[in-house]
């Protein structure tokens, strides 16, 4: 009901009121008060082409999107991230002049228009503001590369055998793992200065020690290999904060596939080594059997250094025995018939070693490690 009342400005009987002023004369008092930045200014990195803004930051080619798609919605992020209002409200951006091509041409001024719509009194209609946001970009080379540039690194990953030298294909499986973690990785915080490979074994340099870490995890999980971190004080900032820098040490195992060992008095090929078990092989009747690591690697003796590689032909089946020519020396002998691998057929070739004047033949689906 309106009737007796009348608009405290204008004298209008036409309500609704609120405040005892009519829609006209309360909206022409009020005033919209949003804070809104009127200019952000992007830096651009000539270098690795990241957009940045105070707290935000993307590179539109780890992202694998268009500079003007990011830009926009950095600007559009930025410029709402603190609007507070007690009346509701709600905005959206008109079209801005921001565009691919004008970006490539080196223009450097955009401009994003957002309209806010208010309604501060329910009996009221809705009304709307316009703002404008001036975008600016400016070229400054951002923080991952100048520390790239100066070798700058919180990490040092160290990939090393357990009392052994990498062999060659775990340098070659370490080094394709870091490569892939760079080429997944969105972040360009991630990065490595320096990777070497010698006769100590794999070493980078890492940008942050969480991306250390990070591949430090991916190695122990895919080489079942262990690792530990320890800290060296390097530097101390001005405001005399230590500055440490965390080394991961990862190392792999001591005995990996194709490793010819002796344990419980028998002799071995490592068929597969996991985080908690070893499985092996055991030359003398070609059976598989898992072994608890720890347990293992207590006793297990290496001997892949003292093996003479030989060939063999497998001649003939006696029974419970069998008939082997050496092909070196063609020299006849019976063997159990269990020392062969159960794939062998009669007539064909098959490789083996002596060790301790005993011959013993290498399953078909594992080879022995090279002499290290
Ligand atoms: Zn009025
Ligand atoms: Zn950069």
Same mark, same amino acid.
């Given at each position: 009901m309106t009737k007796g009342r009348f608009c405290a400005?204008?004298?209008?009987?036409k309500g609704p009121f609120v405040k005892n002023l009519c829609e006209e004369c309360y909206f022409k008092e009020y005033t919209i008060d949003v804070k809104l930045p009127k200019q952000l200014i992007f830096k651009l990195c000539p270098s690795c082409g990241t957009i940045s803004i105070t707290g935000m930051s993307v590179n539109p080619f780890l992202v694998e999107q268009d500079f003007d798609i990011v830009l926009r919605e950095l600007a559009r992020s930025k410029i709402t991230e603190n609007i507070k209002s007690d009346i509701p409200f709600r905005y959206e951006f008109k079209e801005d002049d921001i565009s691919l091509e004008k970006i490539n041409q080196g223009y450097k001024k955009f401009k994003i228009i957002i309209i806010f719509y208010f309604k501060?009194?329910?009996?009221f209609r809705e009304i709307e503001k316009e703002f404008e946001v001036e975008i600016k970009i400016r070229k400054a080379t951002c923080e991952q590369c100048i520390r790239y540039k100066t070798g700058y690194h919180e990490a040092v990953l160290q990939v090393r055998g357990t009392n052994r030298k990498l062999h060659e294909t775990e340098e070659k499986e370490v080094e394709d793992l870091l490569q892939q973690e760079l080429e997944n990785?969105?972040? %360009?915080? %991630?990065?490595?200065?320096d990777i070497q490979i010698n006769k100590d074994g794999v070493t980078a340099n890492v940008s942050t020690k969480l991306f250390a870490e990070e591949l430090a995890k991916k190695i122990k999980e895919k080489m079942a290999a262990r690792y530990s971190v320890a800290y060296t004080l390097v530097t101390q900032t001005r405001d005399k904060q230590d500055v440490y820098r965390n080394t991961y040490l990862v190392k792999l195992p001591e005995f990996i596939k194709g490793d010819i060992v002796n344990f419980a008095d028998k002799t071995w090929i490592v068929i597969n080594t996991k985080a908690e078990e070893v499985i092996l092989l055991s030359l003398e009747e070609h059976k598989e059997k898992k072994i608890n690591r720890k347990k293992f690697e207590k006793t297990a003796k290496k001997r892949n250094d003292e093996i003479f590689e030989r060939e063999y032909m497998y001649l003939?089946?006696?029974?419970d025995s069998i008939l082997v020519m050496t092909m070196d020396t063609y020299e006849n002998f019976e063997e159990p018939k269990? =020392?062969?691998? =159960?794939?062998m057929q009669i007539g064909e070739t098959l490789k083996g070693f002596i060790l301790d004047e005993k011959n013993y033949y290498f399953p078909k689906k594992v080879k022995p490690n090279k002499k290290s």
């Open positions: 400005i204008c004298g209008t009987t501060p009194e329910i009996q990785s969105s972040s %360009n915080s %991630n990065y490595l200065t003939s089946d006696e029974g269990d =020392k062969i691998p =159960k794939e």
